[in-house]
């Protein structure tokens, strides 16, 4: 077993000799980032002779949140900490990397501090600032008149103009913050409504990303002297980080900030500033090809060295080479394992960090503890040989992650002159150490805070021996510089303090241009109001970990990752991949981590707004920067025109042919001699389509979306074929069948096709697209196919569509990526499919189809007591608690459960369940309530719903639009869900009597709440789940949308029938002198219920208008029932908190 772990976790090994080159590929990294690129190394203007010549002796009191506290700089009354080093010697002053608070001259007092999730949620972080300042005033007596000054730290890239003038950015992370404003502003607006007349006014005198203040804290917290220096911080915990000093020479000039503060005599000229890195977004490649993380995130490739290097990437690594080494080399299957261990991150960084020896047995016990054997689904034990593999499996990785950590510490010194590095490994000529002038050695000294290098295995130490060992390859054992490493723990409250000062100083103003506008997110405040996803609780550990281990003391100490909430989602295809991918080992003279350069990726950046200013004029003035792809899996704009053009032709012929039996079919079951059967033509389409959906998703998450897309249009093609060949009834609505399962994975697959190639923010425009392709089909199908039946013939309907289906066809085939769909998934064919849920396919279909075929014939072509009405909702009622059974139980089910019972995307899929309901409940009993109440006929009837479908058909086109502009995802399912309600309430209101506009105006509602809430419902549960989730977000979506509207007909049938059945009962009255006055009643009552027909053939007088009163007054009954639906819609969407787009461009 030893020799085979030890082979297994070799692709993580990393030795001195790696480290020292990856050292100097970073170096070269980091040269061409901090000149040329625009998203990374972004100044401060915090200048170096500002921090140091100062540093340690001011004295003062500031305020800063969240947490919230009053900070004292005591200045030299408590010293450092060791002779000849900042806080001693070796690593923390402790020569085995041991991790402790060193003596400070910082005092915190009056610190509070508030759980994230309640303030996110209610918005109070100025409430916490004033009670803070409340208590400080009485504390230490504080003049009521005079401004206070405040320090905000945020653990966010920002870009600053000045010291106390910030603007988030978006950098693509994922954070459900808003950006787009100017904190300092927003900060002093919110305390002025939070604060008391008794309370002080605040100013905001500093504001400072989380490693710029962890390095501001960490100078004026040290003794620097002629031999020591504080010269970086360094932040690796829930993500990783550093700030150094730079010389603006190194810096792009359009990130140069406008204004910077030196001391008074002191030279601008090449003066260094302070730089927040942002040194581990935009890589080229992921860090390892079989266990690389960018299969589990939303951006591939965005942030490698957090996925190598911190973070919960690292419990997620460890699991996923625990479950490859069980089932590979232990052969153990992933089914019979503890549930939480198949969980994605369900092994997290912090239990990794703790999981180490002093023996096998305590590895074990907590092994049990963790992961407790009862929950495996199938019979299971721990054994002391699997624990020693994880803790192997985690000590590799731990030293890999320092390793990297220690080479980009040394890289970054070398780019800020602290290091005299070699200019190459590789050439001979000059592959010796530079000349270095003799003195005593300098003890470049980096403040660190964070839990993974804390707390992960022995990552501190080693880390600084890794340091050692490169300072010790590079220079030999006369080194002029030694590297240590020092903690700075919540460096971010106390940096966010000591900034406040005022420093006697100078501003200069580099350039004399405007400052160039960054790109940020749009948004009105500071925690994007009602929208503002919700935590997932997986994640709130290691965000609660992160800020405040890193002293992220901002007024949101971190915001939160949500799926879809990045800017853009990425995703690289295997081909670009391929290319992309090189070994960490490889040495190469150009710069890049990988051994290569390329252009990193853009940043997922939102848009570009200065001060709410023109969108044009901003993106002009940043015109240097690269804009985000307009397409994504690296498709160009001509074939994705292609591919989209191919898919919604496609989407036209599948709705026209859904449509096309509703006027043809009279004439295909008098053909046919079979018109008792005309009901199983639509049934047979409906089912098909429906129930094969969630199937045909998951398959494409296995497959890849080509496969499934070709089939279903070649079957869709055959099936549209035999319909126009058909020689029996029989074998027409098998065909019809066969027509429903291309169909609806066409359209199914489209959309999820369309959702790959399109970035979330520009998601909506293209809907609007679908929503016109679908109306005019639809409207075309329903319209035409009469007229086709009598001039061409009916089978000419369906032969003309096969021409322009094969056409389709071999466009998708030729124009379709191959790989689009399985980006970064690594597993073959065979694989694949036996993690398929077979098991769940079966269940859920066999439900679907029951249900559907149970609710569809009941009480329309057989009576609900038939026997096979009873079987099929019996085989429903069994087969589907089975199926959730299942489902709970399988590693990637059909249909996950977590859609049905988690916010927001159980809410949302449920309101569409809901609208869908409504939507068909309704067109059902309008026509319903023109004939058998108004007695107009089953014409005109039919034209008073061309009113509902326009306005449907156009507010849907409109909401995809405003969606993709206003980059808003709660206000189209607020407005149809409350629109819903006002026209279930106005259809319920109708009476005779009234002009027949008011009957059309009394439409109206519902179909704009449809057309609101279809589209809106689409896009917020795409922008609420994760990328590699939305093939089976999307059929599970469209599944219970079918649902809804085979259960609204049936449901709504019943109510009317049932409540029709009773008014009549009691309206009608046996006329005088009528003969067995029961029997007539019972037959009239039948006569009318069967048809409507008889109710406009009943002769004018009481008997008829009782008749039509019976009818009203169930009609009535049946909107007020579907009022309280609408009603529950509306609570189900009300508390939802959902995302905002990012960028668009």
């Not at 957090?306 to 080399?329: A, I, P």
């Not at 390793?403 to 980009?408: K, L, R, S, T």
């Not at 971190?558 to 960490?584: D, H, P, V, Y």
């Not at 029961?1078 to 008749?1107: I, M, Y």
Request: glycine share 8%; charged share 15%.
């Amino acid at each position: 077993m030893k020799s085979d772990i030890e082979q297994f976790i070799k692709p993580l090994a990393i030795d001195d000799t790696t480290v020292h080159a990856l050292s100097h590929e970073l170096y070269r990294t980091f040269q061409h980032l901090s000149a040329n690129s625009l998203n990374q190394f972004l100044p401060t203007p915090i200048s170096e002779s500002i921090l140091r010549p100062t540093a340690g002796r001011e004295k003062g009191r500031g305020g800063t949140n969240l947490r919230v506290g009053f900070i004292e700089l005591l200045g030299n009354e408590i010293s450092t900490n060791g002779e000849n080093s900042i806080n001693g010697n070796g690593v923390n002053g402790k020569p085995h990397g041991s991790d402790a608070e060193s003596p400070s001259n910082i005092r915190r007092v009056l610190e509070k501090s508030w759980p994230i999730l309640d303030v996110l949620k209610n918005e109070n972080a100025d409430s916490c600032i004033a009670e803070v300042v409340r208590e400080g005033c009485e504390v230490f007596n504080l003049p009521r008149d005079q401004e206070l000054p405040m320090g905000v730290t945020f653990s966010f890239p920002m870009v600053q103009n000045t010291l106390a003038d910030a603007t988030l950015m978006a950098m693509g992370k994922g954070f459900a913050i808003t950006s787009r404003l100017h904190l300092g502003t927003h900060l002093i607006n919110g305390y002025e409504k939070a604060k008391t007349p008794n309370l002080p006014p605040i100013k905001v005198a500093a504001i400072l990303n989380d490693a710029v203040a962890t390095l501001v804290s960490f100078i004026y917290q040290s003794k620097e002297d002629s031999t020591n220096k504080a010269a970086m911080g360094l932040i690796c915990g829930t993500g990783s980080n550093a700030t150094i000093p730079l010389k603006r020479s190194t810096l792009h000039k359009d990130k140069q900030p406008g204004e910077v503060k030196v001391l008074n005599g002191d030279s601008t000229d090449d003066m260094k500033i302070a730089v927040n890195t942002e040194w581990s977004i935009n890589g080229t490649a992921p860090p390892l090809h079989k266990f690389g993380l960018d299969a589990e995130g939303e951006a591939p490739g965005f942030q490698p060295l957090e996925y190598m290097t911190s973070g919960r990437y690292l419990g997620e690594l460890g699991r996923l080479m625990l479950l490859d080494y069980l089932e590979h080399h232990l052969g153990i299957s992933s089914d019979t394992l503890p549930q939480k261990l198949t969980t994605r991150f369900g092994l997290t960084t912090t239990f990794l960090s703790h999981f180490r020896p002093p023996n096998a047995a305590a590895l074990l016990k907590k092994l049990e503890a963790e992961f407790p054997e009862s929950t495996a689904k199938a019979p299971f034990r721990w054994t002391e040989e699997i624990a020693l593999i994880l803790y192997k499996i985690a000590k590799a990785i731990e030293v890999r992650a320092a390793g990297i950590i220690a080479a980009a510490i040394v890289g970054l010194l070398a780019c800020a002159g602290d290091i005299p590095l070699r200019e190459s490994l590789q050439d001979g000529t000059n592959n010796h150490t530079p000349e270095v002038e003799k003195g005593p050695q300098i003890n470049l000294i980096v403040g660190y805070t964070g839990g993974c290098i804390v707390h992960f295995q022995d990552y501190l130490a080693d880390c600084q021996k890794f340091l050692d060992s490169i300072i010790r390859t590079e220079f030999g054992d006369d080194a002029p510089v030694r590297v240590s490493l020092s903690p700075c723990h919540n460096g971010g409250i106390t940096g966010a303090a000591t900034m406040p000062l005022d420093h006697t100083g100078k501003t200069m103003n580099p350039y004399t241009q405007e400052p160039v506008p960054i790109t940020i997110p749009r948004g009105d405040g500071l925690y994007n109001d009602s929208e503002s996803d919700d935590l997932d609780p997986n994640e709130a550990d290691l965000l609660v970990a992160r800020s405040y281990t890193s002293g992220a003391s901002g007024l949101a100490p971190e915001a939160f990752e949500s799926a879809m909430l990045r800017g853009r989602r990425q995703s690289w295809s295997k081909t670009r991949q391929a290319s992309l991918t090189r070994s960490i080992t490889s040495v190469s003279p150009r710069p890049t981590l990988n051994g290569h350069y390329e252009e990193p990726p853009e940043s997922p950046v939102s848009d570009v707004d200065t001060n709410g200013g023109d969108l044009e004029a901003a993106t002009n003035a940043a015109h240097s920067q690269k804009p985000m792809p307009t397409f994504l899996i690296d498709t160009d704009r001509r074939r994705f025109y292609i591919v989209f053009l191919s898919i919604m032709f496609t989407h036209f012929v599948a709705c026209f042919d859904g449509t096309i039996m509703a006027s043809s079919h009279p004439v295909i079951t008098s053909y046919f001699r079979s018109s008792n059967s005309a009901s199983w033509l639509s049934t047979a389409f409906l089912l098909t389509s429906t129930a094969f959906q969630p199937i045909i998703g998951r398959l494409s998450d296995t497959v890849g979306r080509k496969p499934p897309y070709l089939a279903t249009t070649v079957i869709f093609a055959l099936a549209t074929l035999w319909c126009a060949l058909a020689q029996s009834m029989t074998g027409f609505i098998i065909a019809r069948a066969a027509c429903g399962l291309g169909a609806g994975g066409v359209l199914g697959m489209g959309s999820i096709i369309i959702s790959d190639l399109v970035p979330i923010e520009r998601r909506g425009s293209y809907q609007s697209y679908v929503n016109i392709v679908y109306g005019l089909a639809s409207a075309s199908g329903a319209a035409l196919g009469g007229l086709m039946a009598d001039s061409l013939g009916w089978r000419w309907e369906f032969g003309i569509q096969v021409f322009p289906i094969v056409i389709c066809f071999v466009v998708a085939f030729i124009a379709i990526p191959n790989d689009l769909g399985l980006q970064n998934k690594h597993q073959t064919f065979r694989e694949g499919m036996k993690t398929f849920d077979f098991r769940g396919s079966v269940l859920l279909t066999t439900s679907t189809t029951f249900l559907i075929l149970g609710l569809n014939l009941g009480g329309n072509v057989l009576p609900w007591s038939h026997p096979f009405i009873i079987a099929s909702l019996v085989i429903f009622g069994t087969s589907f608690p089975t199926c959730l059974w299942a489902e709970s139980r399988h590693e990637r089910p059909i249909m996950p459960l977590i859609l049905l019972h988690s916010s927001p995307r159980a809410n949302i899929i449920f309101s569409n369940f809901i609208a869908s309901f409504l939507l068909n409940a309704i067109l059902f009993n309008t026509p319903l309530f023109f004939q058998a109440v108004l007695l107009t006929s089953a014409t005109k009837s039919g034209l008073y719903l061309v009113v509902p479908v326009a306005t449907a058909s156009a507010t849907g086109t409109l909401t995809g639009f405003l969606i993709s502009y206003t980059r808003r995802l709660k206000w189209p399912l607020t407005l149809g869900t409350l629109f819903y309600l006002l026209g279930t309430l106005l259809l319920s209101s109708m009476r005779r009597g009234w002009p027949l506009f008011a009957y059309l105006l009394c439409l109206v509602p519902s179909s704009i709440g449809q057309g609101f809430q279809f589209p809106g419902t689409f896009m917020a549960v795409l922008a609420a789940s994760e990328h590699r989730e939305q093939a089976v977000v999307t059929s599970t979506l469209v599944l219970w949308r079918a649902l809804g509207s085979v259960l609204g007909v049936a449901f709504s049938s019943l109510v009317l029938q049932n409540a029709l059945l009773r008014y009549l009962m009691e309206y009608v009255e046996v006329p005088e002198g009528q003969h067995n006055g029961a029997a007539w009643k019972e037959a009239l009552v039948e006569k009318v219920r069967e048809s409507v027909e008889a109710v406009a053939a009943l002769p004018d007088g009481p008997l008829k208008d009782q008749v039509v009163a019976s009818y009203e007054s169930a009609v009535r009954l049946t909107f007020l029932f579907l009022v309280g639906f609408a009603a529950v819609s509306v609570l189900l969407i009300m508390p939802v908190k959902l995302p905002r787009l990012g960028a668009r461009k």
